[in-house]
């Protein structure tokens, strides 16, 4: 019987903690529920960029360039007047191999959601010219996911287990944002 592949053990090991997030984040299917995922991912983001920003990247990992889209979302708050909630605390992770990828699964993991959140922002009157800056940018960019899988899947001695926990931790981190934001005024 073949091993199964690390994404799928990954998505097993992270699958509550996906599960938490996205009841939190939500449809929101008003302005204000709107509003409040824009200040709840502008805070994840900016952290989590922040760090990704000041990490040495392991060897094995140097060739891939994360995508930041924490000024898009800012644009996004400008367009509709709402000034950011004050950002996380980004995970504590090392700068290993395993760290990374566990952050990176989270992000580029979102951008798989992003087609279906562009459509929700739509019916609310957003695009790509005003309020839903990022989310346009990230549905057009489905093809990075593949990419990561192979570098995830090719990626020599690495625990799954710290990989997993580095998910985890990002997870918990977007949680705390959007906990933040769902408590602060639209």
């Keep these: 019987m073949p091993d199964r592949s690390r994404r799928a053990q990954l998505r097993e090991n ?11 984040v939500g449809s929101f299917e008003s302005l204000d529920s709107y509003k409040n995922y824009l200040r709840g991912i502008w805070a994840f983001r900016e952290a989590v960029e922040r760090k990704l920003v ?3 990247w392991p060897e094995q990992c140097d060739r891939w360039d994360a995508e930041m889209f ?5 644009d996004d ?9 004050l950002s996380v605390d980004a995970p504590v992770l090392d700068q290993s191999p395993e760290a990374l990828l566990g952050v990176l699964y989270v992000l580029e993991g979102s951008v798989l959601g992003a087609r279906v959140l562009y459509k929700r922002a739509q019916k609310l009157g ?3 010219d005003f309020g839903a800056r990022h989310l346009a940018v990230q549905s057009r960019r489905s093809d990075r996911w593949p990419d990561f899988l192979a570098l995830l899947e090719s990626a020599d001695s690495i625990d799954m287990e710290r990989v997993a926990n580095a998910s985890r931790a990002t997870f918990k981190t977007a ?9 602060e005024p639209a």
């Design 54 to 56: 000041s990490t040495v």
């Design 77 to 85: 708050l400008r367009d509709l007047d709402v000034t950011p909630q």
């Design 14 to 24: 992270t699958s509550q903690a996906h599960a938490s997030l996205d009841r939190m």
């Design 70 to 74: 924490s000024n898009l979302i800012a």
């Design 126 to 128: 957003f695009d790509g």
């Design 175 to 183: 949680e705390q944002a959007f906990r933040q934001a769902s408590h």
